[in-house]
């Protein structure tokens, strides 16, 4: 059981190019998030999915784009890279369909990206 | 919007030392309130959750109680050791998708 796992770990862009993130869970949960670490301002929202197909805006959504096409991964996409998303990325999942109230988010190791 | 504030860090403290990390949230509703830990390196993992006003979550020695009138939900540890230091994140829950607000995280380090 591998949990959330992300590729790549690092990765150096320049300006202007693109890139796409993978976020994969084995725990067959509904919901996927993405968020960016940036110094001194925790966590933020990017895009979430709340299942296979399915997509919604976040906080910081501006610059990314996602898609959600199997229920087990989820894709970030830059489509032009610009310094100011410099950022370590985490993808987080929850929820396995069964019950309800609050479930726990389980997190990726993170992805550290450099746009020069 | 909702929103979740922790006290300045970083914190350094000795090792066997009392922890308080203080977080503050405001919201509409009744949010469930988390605390997660990030180790060097790692990504965030859950180390306690709150679901109901008065509910106090634990783990590993860790204690927070979702208070609130004070809109509040206080992390506190009796006895501190060095493996304990990372960095600790004080979150709330909002809406059907149980996204994740979070607090702007404090450095906790704890020498021997």
């Known amino acids: 059981n591998a949990g959330v796992t992300q590729t790549p770990k690092f990765r150096v862009l320049k300006t202007g190019q693109s890139m796409t993130l993978l976020c994969a869970q084995d725990m067959n949960h509904e919901y996927m998030y993405w968020y960016r670490q940036d110094p001194g301002m925790g966590l933020r929202l990017i895009h979430y999915?709340?299942?296979?197909?399915?997509?919604a805006k976040g906080e910081v959504p501006d610059g990314y784009n996602v898609s959600r096409l199997k229920k087990q991964n989820f894709l970030l996409g830059l489509e032009s890279a610009a310094p100011s998303q410099t950022s370590v990325y985490f993808c987080a999942s929850s929820w396995d369909g069964q019950g309800w109230g609050t479930d726990t988010q389980y997190f990726g190791p993170g992805t550290r990206l450099t746009v020069l | 919007g909702n929103s979740v504030t922790q006290m300045e860090g970083p914190v350094t403290l000795s090792e066997e030392a009392f922890l308080t990390i203080n977080c503050t949230y405001t919201a509409t509703g009744y949010p469930s309130l988390f605390w997660y830990v990030q180790y060097p390196g790692e990504g965030l993992q859950l180390l306690l959750k709150a679901t109901k006003a008065d509910d106090k979550g634990s783990n590993k020695g860790f204690e927070a109680t979702y208070r609130k009138e004070t809109t509040s939900f206080h992390l506190e540890k009796g006895s501190v050791q060095v493996s304990d230091s990372a960095v600790y994140f004080c979150?709330?829950?909002?809406?059907?998708?149980?996204?994740?607000?979070f607090g702007q995280g404090t450095r906790l380090t704890i020498n021997p």
């Open positions: 979150a709330l829950s909002e809406g059907g998708a149980q996204k994740l607000v």
């Open positions: 999915s709340v299942g296979e197909g399915t997509t």
